[in-house]
């Protein structure tokens, strides 16, 4: 009796557990890393941003074209002193709180704070202006002709829920800080989180009171993202049928993949540029045995480091094809980029040893290089195939590839000498590159570059409102770059995505999933 | 009455005992030995035979990446096995992968071995307490599965060190992971003889004259409870070998920077499906004819050194 008894609640259990599974449409993907931290301001970086661009929403966003669109606003407006946003009514926090226009305020200003990985954003922004329940002014120093471009990825958070959950501030990420919000949000979006476990697994499910439940042709009822590090096991899962979609398959793979039944491969040019950095800034190098003297304060090292690159090689046999060498550290796409600049410096080991012998480094010099192993596509593999070619200029790399988690902070503290990173740009404009990698101060500039025409023109072109004036200054200091060579381009990267045939997922230039036009047959 | 045979050389002592005999007679003795001997010296001698050097970054060329088996259609012939996808020579990174596999192997054995005896002859010398104390401590360790007892121990080894030296002390902490796994093993075979020893007459003399009971465990009795260590020893360093390359699949060994066998099996794992089936299935050939032949020779050393066998 006893046992029939458990025999019934346990199937009652399992007929619990597996009965949403007939009508929902689930949308199970994987990527290679997880999303660091659910709070929307403390870590701009794509995988995160996409996951909390599912939760969250900004004023404005961009379609899988990468055109501007409204979302938490209908309209908005510029003049000489501002921007007015116009926002949408009758939209619901998760949690059912009206959003208003002291949501926008607040937000804006945790978005200035101290910890906030946004700053650069927004910093363009001197107050916000509350005009009724539903309008906002931006108000700016100045005219600023991006500012719509600037807060695509600037998320509204709800200030009571905020203040209530003692978030006002948002994680200090390089500190290590743990707070409410970052495992649990409560945003506008048309997801809302149902359980998370970091590096595990994540479900989402359907916002059905998202005010554009109807207007997107999107029908996922429940998303479950699972990160997957290792490349082989992702590709297994989607093989397997276990997931019907992987953000990041490894290049070698696509072919089997796209010869499987029921799955294709979709590519397209991406936003983003993968290029090396070099800590130019310090007086002697961390992790090099030359000491009293920095190698990379030379232009010549820095440009030999350039020339020692194979970009091509690269290209074909660690990318298998999918990417472009490049000579600007922005891709094509981005208002700055030009193809005159965009010429890849030659492969020319001979010219780099030179180089090396007349800064006063003939035998070379030691050095490590941070390199992130489940960020960009094959970035591990990019780093050794780098080392192999520096050896043979004779600059001796001893490599640490770690996961992005570790290999993040160290550049945002500055406490790498050479560096991989890669950097996409949302506003499609070369502000965007200017001011985090490029301007003294930057948050993710740690090449400590630091050039005071390149500096002014930074903050010149945030405010220039007459198109050819603004488009000669950012051409003037991109011509100041390329002869600096803070950096050492690589390539931009093409993304591809696998999927199964039942999924139809539009892929955009910036690699973000938006799960609202996803449609699963 | 005088022998009528002429004396003997130093081969022909080496040939005439028992344990000789059964080897030169049984075949497969000696084509696993011939096997292992050829692995372990290719390993050992890698610097000096390997074609090239895969932990020289400038010996490397990336356009010769991915390369197959030099007698599939694309290989090349100073390529013997093919390349990997950073353009290493496959049969020069297994030998170096099988050096530092054995060598792994090799520590992790002596350690084990080391720790077992002194504790198998002091638990076997002493009896009592001390006995008990130690031979419960093996019980205990022997009902936890090795592999998941290595993977605790390397863990927490790795937790306890900074992340710059995690790498470079990963061959250390493996070795002591794995050597103190296997410790129990000998223990227990090394109590059992030590305890038939004790009994006999010449240790009791030994005792009668008064000499310190460390110089009887050392002088009288080590020497003697040796041969069943031998065995175990050849049969460990398989296992090890073996546990070695699973800590490492497990990405919990040897990292790829100076790949083990183990390790060079998973990074080849990655590229089964792009058909690059040589990265993976060279290495794991190289393992499997390497403990193959370990083992065999310590299944023949079994049996030629067990008296009952005979």
Known sequence: MRQSRWLLATAAVFALASAPAFAENVFKWASQGDALTLDPMSQNEGPTNAMNGQLYESLVTRDPQMKLQPELAVSWTGAADGWTFKLREGVKFHDGADFTAEDVKFSIERAQSPSSDFKEQVSGITSVQIIDDHTVKLMTDGPNPILPNQLTSTYILDKDWAEKNNVTTPQDFKAKQETYAVRNANGTGPFKVVSRAPDELTVLARNTAWWGDKLFPGNIDRIEYRPIANAATRVAALLSGEVDFVLDPPLQDLKRIESADGLKVITVAQIRSIFFGMDQGVAELRTSDVKGKNPFADVRVREAMNLAMDKVAIQRVVMEGLSFPTGMITPPGVFGNTPENDKPLPFDPEKAKALLADAGYPNGFTVQLDCPNNRYNNDEKICQAAVAMLAKVGVKVNLEAVSKAQHFPKIQKRTSDFYMLGWGVPTLDSHYVFAYLLADGGSWNATGYNNARVNEITAAIATETDIDKRTAMIEEAWNIVLADKPYVPLHHQVIAWAMSNKVDAPIGADDALRPRFIVMK | ?310
């Open chain 2, 1 to 310: 009455m005088a022998t009528t045979k002429p004396p003997l050389g130093f081969w022909g002592r080496l040939a005439d005992n028992d344990v000789a005999h059964s080897f030169l007679t049984t075949p497969s003795a000696m084509i696993a030995a011939g096997i292992a001997v050829l692995c372990i010296g290719a390993a050992l001698l890698a610097p000096l035979i390997a074609p090239f050097n895969p932990f020289d970054p400038s010996q490397i060329s990336l356009w010769d990446g991915k390369l197959p088996p030099a007698w599939i259609e694309g290989g090349q012939a100073q390529y013997l096995l093919g390349t990997d996808n950073q353009g290493r020579d496959m049969l020069s990174t297994i030998l170096y992968g099988g050096r530092l596999s054995i060598i792994v192997g090799l520590a992790a054995v002596c350690l084990g071995m080391v720790l077992g005896v002194v504790l198998g002859v002091i638990s076997g010398y002493f009896g009592g307490t001390v006995d008990s104390i130690i031979m419960r401590a093996a019980d205990v360790q022997l009902t936890i599965p090795g592999i998941l007892l290595a993977i605790l121990i390397n863990g927490v080894g790795r937790a306890v060190l900074p992340l710059e030296m995690r790498d470079e002390f990963a061959i250390y902490v493996v070795i002591v992971a794995i050597g103190l796994t296997d410790w129990p093993q000998f223990a227990r075979v090394v109590r059992g003889a030590t305890m038939v020893e004790v009994s006999k007459e010449y240790v009791q003399a030994a005792r009668v004259i008064d000499l310190p009971g460390w110089m009887i465990m050392v002088r009288h009795i080590l020497p003697n409870v040796m041969r069943p260590v031998l065995v175990l020893a050849t049969i460990g360093l398989a296992l090890a070998v073996i546990a070695e390359a699973t800590l490492s699949f497990l990405g919990q060994g040897i990292p790829p920077t100076t790949p083990s066998l183990g390790t060079l099996i998973r990074v080849g794992n990655e590229f089964l499906f792009s058909g690059l089936w040589w990265i993976t299935f060279f290495p794991a050939i190289a393992l499997v004819v390497l403990v193959f032949s370990v083992n065999l020779l310590g299944d023949w050393m079994r049996d030629a050194l067990n008296p009952k066998l005979r």
